[in-house]
């Protein structure tokens, strides 16, 4: 596909979805009436954010390889015999790999701890920021009460409860309690950074750094905004909210280009899981050298498509073989040192081409 | 960044199988624990011929370019890296398409884990561990004049041929100075296949008569 068609198939899904969110936020407001218009830069900020991020997916979507697993994913988990076992092993690997992180625990209990207490800080503190900055959710005093607050969804009244109780504490706090995680998530992150010669030797300011430090930034700053009117009588209120509003915003716009995109990528992961499941279940390869199975005859036909289309060329004229993809990996380690044999006994007669 | 004047050459014939590289690659910083290296019998019911194979680093990796998450990147030093860790999904992708079979999949950890190059080390100027421990000069790191030193029979070579597809390497092989074809034909050294059908006497698929590894071993200069 021309360069000039795909960016502008992502430019359009991109607006689409600014769009479709932009509609939300009015309809879910009530027509703006629940709309808090000092988190109007939020707004804005999001909104770009939608728009970038749904860009560069759908930039991302279009290389050869993630559209073939974007394809064949959604085909297999829509199949119709096999849905109720595909939602639950959807079920399974979403509480595994996501809610617990599983697969990390294995890799490293510092980087696994750092992640899982970021990634529900970040979820915790996005499931009470957004609704609220949409204008889904707000709290009003119920009527005619005023040790009662009464919580509005999409302008519909949701659940009461008194102010001045645990859970009014737990709600009203519930930023902070975010804050607490994200930040001790941060300081993990940190000491594996600082301390570990491997991560040392590849890791780089803008990709892992900065969402280091934007996050304790946001965390920071919203914690310094409830001590402020909790013990010190709203003291540089005014700054502080201007401050984390910014490093907010700046996360957000930043959100697309960085380390964060891959919360959105990270999902594939479900569908190459499929994938690999229809694999093992269906006919295997068999290398075309050594006569061993080594991978489902799916993904190698798959391969060679995806080869083709990135402008690989690795079909050969040898005898039975058609296309070096057929040769299985353990063939492929062994070949280079024969054919260095080969050169150091016949000389460059050897080395041929045999196309 | 690997100063530009340090390369990393290979010379499967001269591999002992001594396992030294194995043992040395899982010290790395960059993969603690956990060895990189394949160490290959060539064919193990006619030789006792091993290889070390380390990742070759291509100038176009196939291995990136396969993969649907964008997680494996080339450093501007010329290194292909593991797979990110944030964005891997473990799809296999790279490790079936490689031509030179480096990566590993790791199906516990959702990860595939490949040859770096000791990155922590040669970024720093220092030799990899395989490289560092190399008892019979199989894997060697160093400038381009210490090698043509140490192997004056021997000159390298970067670029490989699978089928119709050329390849071109950060990590060089040594072949015959004088005789070095114009890249080395992978495919080729197919033709004769592991259960011998077809095969003459002495080039028999993954059989490395002793005096083809004479010639490169013992060259002036030899091991030292």
Redesign the interface.
């Known amino acids: 596909m021309p360069g000039g068609s795909v960016k502008a198939k992502a430019a359009a899904w991109g607006a689409a979805a600014t769009v479709v969110l932009a509609g939300l936020i009015v309809a879910g407001s009530r027509n703006l009436a629940h709309f808090d218009a000092a988190l109007v830069g939020y707004t804005f900020a999001v909104l770009f954010a939608t728009f970038g991020v749904v860009y560069r997916y759908a930039m991302?979507l279009q290389?050869p390889?993630?559209a073939?697993?974007w394809r064949k994913g959604w085909g297999l988990f829509l199949r119709r015999r096999r849905t109720g076992r595909n939602l639950v092993q959807l079920a399974g690997r979403l509480a595994g790999?996501f809610a617990f992180n599983a697969?990390i625990w294995?890799?490293n209990w510092a980087?696994a701890a750092a992640h899982l207490l970021i990634m529900w800080g970040c979820i915790l503190a996005a499931a009470v920021t957004f609704p609220l900055v949409f204008g889904w959710v707000h709290f009003a005093s119920a009527p005619g009460r005023l040790d009662l607050y009464q919580a509005y969804v999409f302008g519909f009244p949701a659940q009461t409860f008194p102010v001045e109780s645990l859970t009014g504490f737990i709600v009203f706090h519930m930023l902070v309690w975010a804050s607490f995680l994200v930040i001790a998530g941060v300081m993990l992150a940190m000491r594996r950074r600082m301390r570990?010669?491997?991560a040392?030797?590849?890791q780089q300011f803008g990709e892992d750094f900065l969402p280091l430090i934007l996050l304790f930034a946001i965390s920071a700053t919203g914690l310094m905004l409830t001590a402020s009117y909790t013990w010190m009588e709203g003291y540089a209120y005014d700054f502080l909210a201007i401050l984390h509003a910014a490093t907010v915003i700046f996360t957000l716009l930043w959100m697309p280009f960085g380390?964060f995109f891959?919360i959105f990528?990270?999902p594939?992961?479900l569908g190459?899981g499929l994938?690999?499941d229809a694999g093992r279940r269906g006919e295997q390869a068999r290398c075309r050298?050594?006569g061993e199975e080594?991978?489902s005859r799916m993904?190698?036909e798959d391969?060679i498509e995806?080869?083709r289309r990135?402008g690989?060329?690795?079909?050969?004229?040898?005898a039975g073989?058609d296309?070096?993809?057929w040769?299985?990996?353990?063939?492929?380690?062994?070949?280079?040192?024969?054919?260095?044999?080969?050169?150091?006994?016949d000389?460059?007669s050897?080395?041929?081409?045999?196309? | 960044m690997v100063p530009d004047h340090l390369m990393f050459f290979i010379?499967?014939?001269r591999?002992i199988g001594c396992q030294s590289c194995v043992h040395a690659c899982s010290e790395?910083?960059?993969?603690?624990g956990m060895s990189m290296i394949?160490l290959?019998y060539?064919?193990r019911q006619r030789s006792v011929?091993t290889?070390p194979?380390v990742c070759m680093h291509c100038d176009s990796p196939?291995c990136a370019?396969?993969?649907?998450?964008?997680a494996i990147k080339r450093?501007p030093d010329g290194v292909v890296?593991s797979a990110r860790?944030?964005?891997c999904?473990?799809?296999?992708?790279c490790?079936?398409?490689?031509?030179?079979?480096?990566p590993k999949s790791n199906p516990?950890?959702?990860?595939m884990m490949k040859c770096?190059m000791c990155?922590?080390r040669s970024?720093a100027g220092l030799k990899p561990m395989c490289a560092t421990v190399c008892p019979s000069g199989a894997l060697f790191f160093g400038t381009q004049e210490q090698v043509e030193m140490l192997r004056p029979r021997s000159e390298p070579i970067n670029r490989?041929?699978?089928?119709?597809?050329e390849v071109a390497t950060k990590v060089r092989?040594?072949?015959?100075r004088g005789?070095?074809?114009?890249?080395?034909?992978?495919?080729?050294?197919?033709?004769g296949?592991?259960d011998g059908a077809g095969d003459e006497p002495g080039?028999g698929?993954?059989f490395?008569?002793v005096?083809?590894?004479m010639?490169?071993l013992y060259e002036d200069g030899g091991s030292r």
């Open positions: 991302w290389r390889p993630t073939l697993y790999g697969f294995k890799r980087r570990d010669h491997g040392a030797a590849v380390k891959h990528m990270r594939a992961q190459v994938y690999k050298r050594c080594y991978a993904h190698v391969l995806v080869e990135l690989y060329r690795y079909e050969t004229d040898a073989v296309h070096y993809q040769i299985c990996p353990r063939c492929r380690r062994r070949l280079p040192a024969l054919a260095q044999a080969t050169i150091w006994g000389g460059p050897a080395a041929r081409p045999n196309e | 010379d499967p014939n591999c790395c910083d960059t993969h603690k394949h290959e060539v064919d011929q290889a194979v196939t370019e396969v993969c649907p998450a964008d450093t890296q860790k944030p964005r999904v473990a799809c296999n992708n490790v079936l398409a490689c031509p030179f079979g480096v516990g950890l959702e990860l770096d990155y922590d970024s490989f041929r699978f089928g119709r597809q092989m040594m072949v015959p005789r070095a074809p114009e890249f080395v034909d992978v495919v080729a050294a197919m033709e296949r592991p080039r698929d993954g490395v008569p005096d083809m590894l010639a490169s």
